[in-house]
């Protein structure tokens, strides 16, 4: 499976500086459009047997910016993380992993589940 990181709302200086690492690191790169956070993450990260089904989501924009890597291992993904961290960019606070669990999941379920994860880790170490 190739590795792919797919990026929901970056702005331009975390979007360019994810690119750069990403080309340094041979990992595929993917801005998703709002238009395709209704589509399954298989979909959308390009795994085999997973296709678009041309449906267009019409519900609000993310109020955050995510990221999720796919094909990645644990090493990968970090090695990603201390390269993004050199650039001395803000942290991109939601992340995921496409796991066989959440790999059917609409890219608006995974951003509902990790924001509420998210939320509820802020609160409690808060």
């Given at each position: 499976?190739?590795q792919?990181?797919?990026?929901?709302?970056?702005d331009?200086?975390?979007?360019?500086?994810?690119q750069?690492?990403?080309?340094?690191?041979?990992?595929?790169?993917?801005?998703?459009?709002?238009?395709?956070?209704?589509?399954?993450?298989?979909?959308?990260?390009?795994?085999?047997?997973?296709?678009?089904?041309?449906?267009?989501?019409?519900?609000?924009?993310?109020?955050?910016?995510?990221?999720?890597?796919?094909?990645?291992?644990?090493?990968?993904?970090?090695?990603?993380?201390?390269?993004?961290?050199?650039?001395?960019?803000?942290?991109?606070?939601?992340?995921?992993?496409?796991?066989?669990?959440?790999?059917?999941?609409?890219?608006?379920?995974?951003?509902?589940?990790?924001?509420?994860?998210?939320?509820?880790?802020?609160?409690?170490?808060?």
């Amino acid at each position: 499976m190739a590795q792919t990181i797919l990026e929901f709302r970056l702005d331009r200086d975390r979007h360019k500086a994810v690119q750069d690492i990403c080309k340094r690191l041979k990992i595929t790169d993917t801005s998703i459009g709002r238009a395709d956070y209704g589509q399954k993450l298989g979909a959308l990260a390009g795994i085999t047997g997973f296709k678009k089904d041309g449906k267009k989501y019409t519900g609000p924009e993310f109020p955050a910016e995510m990221l999720v890597f796919s094909g990645m291992n644990s090493a990968q993904v970090d090695a990603f993380l201390d390269e993004y961290k050199k650039t001395g960019l803000a942290p991109i606070g939601l992340k995921a992993v496409v796991t066989a669990d959440n790999v059917f999941w609409s890219a608006e379920k995974l951003y509902q589940e990790i924001m509420r994860e998210h939320l509820g880790f802020t609160v409690k170490s808060g």
